[in-house]
T-cell receptor
Framework: DAGVTQSPTHLIKTRGQQVTLRCSPKSGHDTVSWYQQALGQGPQFIFQYYEEEERQRGNFPDRFSGHQFPNYSSELNVNALLLGDSALYLC????????????????FGPGTRLTVL | DAKTTQPTSMDCAEGRAANLPCNHSTISGNEYVYWYRQIHSQGPQYIIHGLKNNETNEMASLIITEDRKSSTLILPHATLRDTAVYYCIVRSYSSASKIIFGSGTRLSIRP
């Protein structure tokens, strides 16, 4: 049973560039959440996708956008990169709104380390 | 979601039980207690969760007080691989519920 996968593992970009990060959810999961973790801090919620729509969003600017595909995989896009966007970006998957029989435990991927120079 | 309070750091001898406390005095009746851990530079790993009864799985035990205002995560026989930051989180039963992470407890296991 494949867990949550993310690509790439590491990425280096320069200020002003755009980046796309990818996530494939755990088998059987249809909801994807994205988190940003700056060095030395806990992860912060960016947004969540279910049924190809953004369902909930944290306190992040519009430079951060996402997409979910019919196969439940997801992308996180960040435009006009700033030095402060350097962080570990985490994807978590869970079973979505249709599943009322269980708590929606979120399972995390290994993350993508983004460095902005 | 309710806030949690955890000690900044703890240490434990290898082979002994590690007991990690968490205070969540403002927890609501429909909020679960979750524990995750994060080993350096890896994604958070789910450990266990519970509502009001004590829970046990292959990784750990979760003890929740009767008033649900605090809980303890127990790693029964700590190993060096258990060195990590442990996050105690409370969140409601909702598939749209985001996880709000605090600062966690940095657990060091000494040989």
């Amino acid at each position: 049973d494949a867990g949550v996968t993310q690509s790439p593992t590491h990425l280096i970009k320069t200020r002003g560039q755009q980046v796309t990060l990818r996530c494939s959810p755990k088998s059987g999961h249809d909801t994807v959440s994205w988190y940003q973790q700056a060095l030395g801090q806990g992860p912060q919620f960016i947004f969540q996708y279910y049924e190809e729509e953004e369902r909930q969003r944290g306190n992040f600017p519009d430079r951060f956008s996402g997409h979910q595909f019919p196969n439940y995989s997801s992308e996180l896009n960040v435009n006009a990169l700033l030095l402060g966007d350097s962080a570990l970006y985490l994807c978590a998957s869970s079973r979505g709104l249709r599943d009322r029989g269980n708590t929606d435990t979120q399972y995390f991927g290994p993350g993508t380390r983004l460095t902005v120079l | 979601d309710a806030k949690t309070t955890q000690p900044t750091s703890m240490d434990c001898a290898e082979g002994r039980a590690a007991n990690l406390p968490c205070n969540h005095s403002t927890i609501s009746g429909n909020e679960y207690v979750y524990w995750y851990r994060q080993i350096h530079s890896q994604g958070p790993q789910y450990i266990i969760h519970g509502l009001k009864n004590n829970e046990t799985n292959e990784m750990a035990s979760l003890i929740i007080t009767e008033d649900r205002k605090s809980s303890t995560l127990i790693l029964p026989h700590a190993t060096l691989r258990d060195t990590a930051v442990y996050y105690c989180i409370v969140r409601s039963y909702s598939s749209a519920s985001k996880i709000i992470f605090g600062s966690g407890t940095r657990l060091s296991i000494r040989p």
